[in-house]
């Protein structure tokens, strides 16, 4: 088999090039090419040389690159390597990671945008040296950009906004994340001209008000996912101008914004049916009324994050348990950054939408200092069929009202793989123990207060002390 412009192999023309790619790196890879008489045998019949010219030319031509991510060389990737990339692939490259490259800048980028013009996945979270320039640039030559990530790019000011809306009128996913210049007159001239945007992700953009939100509502009917992630300056005027223009959300994080009352647990219950994923964490001000009116109302509920609503009480348990039966976990995700109890949970049907800021795997509740839950909402949770059967991770620390009780329900969740019980007051280590009887898979992690032993005869002795206790 000979690999040539001229004179390509069978096997050259019937496979696909992506195809031979694959099978080229995989022998360079495994082959046993430090065994002398291995080497011998591929040099006689030629294969060294007809791998080192394929790859070559597989390489080198830009239409078997559609796809580059650059995340895992963050830190060698400079503009020059983003330049030589755009002019090798060209109209042919349609998604660039540059996640965390933090050399790279906007000229580099504007090489890229003259070059890539077909490009609709790009990814430039964490480029800090990045400015308006880029925006421009992008505004200018890549009008078919549907995905673009400006996380943390701090230098972006609105006049990036108003050129995206201008060149970039196909955009679906933008995320501004951290972005803290922006203000309400950046989002207006965002959504003047990008009324097709479904997922828009503004978290730690501290200086927007409920008018950005009115802003949204009058242009972005087609949205499915927004973040307002320590935005604290919202409040209930602007989520209620949100669910009344935007009836078709399914995720929405106001976590952080702390102005926040039931009135929009109300607007969002009559307003949005479809919603599936509520962060509502730090929100300390929304109640078991308000909860009760949305589980009634939005019953394909599967997550939420109520991690510090500190007045729910066993109510709301109840009520989600009955109403949202597709209900898989009440916990903090990727949508709002990561903390103590981040995690990663479930599917969701937007994936290829949210692909960058939600990956579930598993089902997980947190009910981190909710301190009016008791043993009864434990009671409603396990026999429920989120519960029963869905239930993989219970987080209750700080919950001051739970007991053993609680501990003998939670054995009706069959699939409970870990249990957080971290001042949990009321527990004991014999409920702990009877429970494990029953689930012995469970890891159960709990504290208890240290205690002091006893003066050693004499005095010498060594004393210890027992704390922290992973059971």
Request: aromatic content about 6%; hydrophobic content about 35%; proline content about 2%.
């Amino acid at each position: 088999m000979v690999f040539s412009n001229n004179d390509e192999g069978l096997i050259n023309k019937k496979l696909p090039k992506e195809l031979l790619l694959r099978m080229l790196f995989s022998l360079l890879l495994n082959f046993t090419w430090s065994n002398p008489e291995c080497t011998k045998y591929v040099h006689s019949i030629g294969l060294d040389s007809f791998c080192n010219v394929a790859w070559n030319i597989l390489a080198l031509d830009g239409s078997n690159w559609q796809r580059i991510d650059l995340f895992n060389f963050q830190t060698d990737v400079e503009g020059r390597v983003v330049e030589n990339i755009s002019k090798r692939c060209g109209g042919f490259l349609r998604k660039l990671s540059l996640r965390g490259c933090i050399g790279v800048g906007d000229s580099s980028l504007k090489t890229f945008a003259q070059n890539c013009r077909n490009i609709e996945h790009l990814n430039l979270n964490g480029c800090t040296k990045i400015t308006d320039s880029t925006c421009y640039s992008l505004s200018r030559f890549c009008s078919k950009l549907k995905h673009l990530d400006l996380t943390s790019c701090v230098s972006i000011t609105n006049s990036s906004l108003k050129g995206i809306s201008e060149g970039c009128r196909n955009l679906e996913y933008l995320n501004l994340s951290w972005c803290d210049q922006i203000t309400k007159d950046g989002i207006e001239a965002l959504v003047r001209g990008c009324r097709g945007l479904k997922a828009l992700l503004l978290r730690g953009c501290t200086q927007l008000e409920d008018e950005a939100l009115k802003h949204i509502q009058n242009y972005c009917h087609e949205l499915v996912s927004l973040n307002f992630q320590s935005c604290s300056r919202i409040t209930d005027e602007g989520v209620v101008q949100i669910c009344r223009g935007c009836h078709r959300l399914q995720a929405l994080c106001l976590s952080g914004c702390s102005n926040l009352t039931d009135a929009s647990l109300t607007a969002l219950a009559l307003n949005c049916p479809r919603l599936q994923i509520l962060e509502a964490a730090r929100c300390s001000h929304l109640t078991d009324a308000g909860f009760t009116l949305l589980a009634r109302n939005c019953h394909d509920l599967e997550k939420m994050d109520l991690e510090e609503c500190i007045l729910i009480t066993d109510s709301t348990l109840v009520q989600l348990s009955v109403h949202c039966p597709k209900l898989q976990a009440l916990v903090p995700f990727p949508l709002s950054g990561i903390s103590k109890s981040r995690c990663n949970v479930g599917e969701f049907p937007l994936l290829h939408i949210l692909a960058d800021h939600i990956s579930f795997t598993s089902a997980i509740l947190s009910l981190s200092h909710c301190e009016l839950i008791t043993d009864d909402g434990i009671l409603h949770l396990s026999n429920s069929t989120c519960g029963h059967e869905r239930l993989r991770v219970l987080e209750l620390d700080n919950c001051l009202l739970i007991t053993d009780v609680a501990l003998e329900h939670l054995e009706n969740c069959r699939g409970l793989e870990r249990l957080e019980l971290y001042d949990c007051q009321q527990v004991t280590r014999a409920g702990i123990k009877r429970m494990r009887a029953q689930l012995p898979h469970v890891k159960v992690h709990a504290y208890f207060a240290p205690v002091t032993p006893p003066t050693a005869v004499g005095g010498s002795g060594q004393r210890l002390c027992r704390c922290c206790v992973i059971l």
